[in-house]
């Protein structure tokens, strides 16, 4: 489902500089500094309230940046989500679907609002196993782990640039993690870059570039990645 050839030339996807989110008088991000390059593999740790997920929904355009500067792509944005909107994908405990539409209608509204092949969704149904009586079922009626496969079939149809992917084990069987652990591997190749958080015991059969610390609104480079070819989280 991904591009295929030589892995693409480095290039920057995101850059953020000294940007802030609060809620209300209480600042979860400060002064917060992140540049992704073209085929990275990020994990992103952080104690729990650190504000991972405020961070990935204002990348995706869900929150807003109260300030700071935001470049994607190359060209800065001016805090409006349709500007961020084609070039992130974000995977998060909520699956941002429908509930009262069948898991098909979902993913062809995806595909209508992409006016993407529909080859492009029949092979990502085909890839997660989805088959037709999943397909048929209201997203409202699934378990969490069917949800997850639909919204990783979301992410594939749509393919951005920058995929953002918070806790994306959670849920899956071993069979899921195995096929999502291959995509990344796959879409990292073909210039993909791909940002993840994970629970201190998960194991993912991936390599990761670099690792990120966020703690006090802030993000570092975690010294607990020795090497980056030995960047198989948490084996």
């Known amino acids: 489902m991904t591009q295929s050839g030589s892995e693409v030339a480095r290039g920057e996807v995101l850059d953020l500089t000294y940007v802030n989110v609060s809620y209300g008088v209480n600042p979860i991000l400060v002064d917060l500094s992140l540049n992704l390059e073209m085929g990275e593999v990020v994990r992103l740790r952080g104690a729990n309230g650190?504000?991972?997920t405020t961070l990935y929904r204002a990348i995706a355009g869900l929150n807003r940046f109260d300030s700071g500067s935001v470049r994607?792509?190359?060209?800065r944005i001016q805090q409006s989500r349709r500007e961020l909107l084609p070039h992130v994908g974000l995977v998060s405990h909520d699956s941002y679907l429908y509930a009262?539409?069948?898991v098909r209608e979902n993913l062809e509204l995806i595909s209508k609002n992409l006016s993407a092949d529909p080859s492009r969704m029949e092979g990502a149904l085909d890839y997660f196993g989805i088959g037709k009586v999943l397909q048929e079922?209201?997203?409202?009626?699934?378990?969490?782990g069917q949800s997850k496969r639909v919204q990783l079939a979301a992410l594939l149809?749509?393919?951005?640039?920058?995929w953002l992917l918070d806790e994306p084990h959670s849920s899956l069987d071993l069979s899921g993690r195995g096929l999502l652990?291959?995509?990344?591997s796959q879409a990292a190749t073909s210039g993909t870059t791909i940002v993840f958080t994970s629970h201190e015991g998960d194991s993912f059969d991936i390599a990761f570039t670099r690792q990120l610390l966020l703690s006090r609104g802030s993000i570092t480079e975690d010294s607990k990645l020795n090497n980056?070819?030995?960047g198989v989280a948490d084996r």
Request: hydrophobic residues 30%.
């Open 50 to 52: 650190s504000g991972k």
């Open 72 to 75: 994607i792509m190359g060209s």
């Open 157 to 162: 149809i749509k393919n951005p640039p920058l």
């Open 181 to 184: 652990d291959r995509l990344i």
């Open 228 to 230: 980056p070819e030995d």
């Open 100 to 102: 009262t539409l069948t």
């Open 137 to 144: 079922s209201k997203v409202d009626q699934l378990s969490s």
